[in-house]
């Protein structure tokens, strides 16, 4: 077998010398590729032309891994870049929430000046189904808050009163809770005058979960209507004068029928806080 490819192998290769001769003499005598050449050529061209088609493929797949390349450096650029942009836009909010809280302590201060106050922050709804409080964040290692100061929103509206206080953290009962109570001007009696009478208003749990709070067993000629406006009126200096509580729903009167309630919506959606006011001082009008 060995000798048998060996003596194959002899042929072909002096076949191909033997052409290769030709070939050169040919070229050398006709100044041309001779016809010997040309029947090469022929047999050769199906495999050039193979040769040309794979080249041009290779071509394709080195132009295509360089334009992927040049993508993949330009992808990484535009992430970079979108990486800056988000970092700014982050900023951008950041600024603008402080300058929100900033613009609203200014407002506040204006029209509080007579208050002594601290802001503070909304932390989170305290989970018990019988009340309705809040923490915020401060205690007394960074404020100078004590339990029963009134909070109060930029706007003067009463939403609360602290109810205990922590190291760094304290809790706000609102005036829906149960426990809240403070007296309060509301209506006018027979005579004309406004706000010359104080009331009490309480939380109550009948009227809690429908961000209701109460007047109850109000005087019989004090006139009460929907849409008054309750604010508080200092007496017993719990709480500073001209806070508003809210306005009144609803007058009923009770199951006796002798006596009369109203019951009082916040100006202020209790469930949406986000920064409060602890009045810390003000003079007593007593």
Do not use: C
């Amino acid at each position: 077998m060995k000798a048998i490819l060996t003596k194959r192998t002899i042929i072909i290769f002096s076949a191909s010398l033997l052409l290769a001769l030709i070939t050169i003499v040919s070229i050398n005598m006709f100044n041309s590729a001779g016809p010997v050449t040309g029947l090469a050529n022929t047999i050769t061209r199906p495999v050039r032309s193979l040769a040309s088609t794979v080249a041009r493929a290779f071509g394709s797949i080195f132009s295509a891994i360089y334009e992927y390349e040049a993508l993949e450096k330009r992808n990484e650029e535009l992430v970079a870049r979108i990486a800056i942009l988000e970092a700014n836009s982050r900023e951008a909010e950041e600024l603008a929430e402080e300058n929100a809280t900033l613009r609203v302590l200014l407002e506040f201060r204006d029209r509080y000046g007579g208050y002594e106050h601290e802001p503070a922050a909304f932390t989170g709804w305290t989970a018990d189904n019988f009340a309705s409080s809040f923490t915020i964040n401060r205690g007394h290692s960074n404020s100078n808050i004590e339990k029963g100061m009134g909070v109060a929103t930029e706007e003067g509206v009463l939403i609360g009163q602290v109810y205990d206080v922590g190291a760094v953290q304290s809790t706000v009962i609102t005036i829906l809770d149960t426990k809240f109570s403070a007296a309060a001007n509301v209506g006018r009696r027979d005579t004309g005058d406004e706000g010359d009478s104080s009331v009490t208003v309480r939380g109550d749990f009948t009227y809690m979960r429908s961000g209701l709070l109460m007047l109850d067993m109000f005087d019989a000629d004090l006139i009460v209507r929907r849409g008054d406006m309750v604010v508080t009126s200092g007496r017993g200096g719990v709480f500073p004068p001209g806070l508003i509580v809210g306005e009144i729903e609803d007058v009923s009167r009770n199951t006796s029928g002798i006596s009369r309630f109203a019951t009082i919506k916040p100006l202020v959606d209790i469930n949406n806080i986000n920064i409060v006011f602890i009045i810390t001082g003000f003079e007593n009008p007593e």
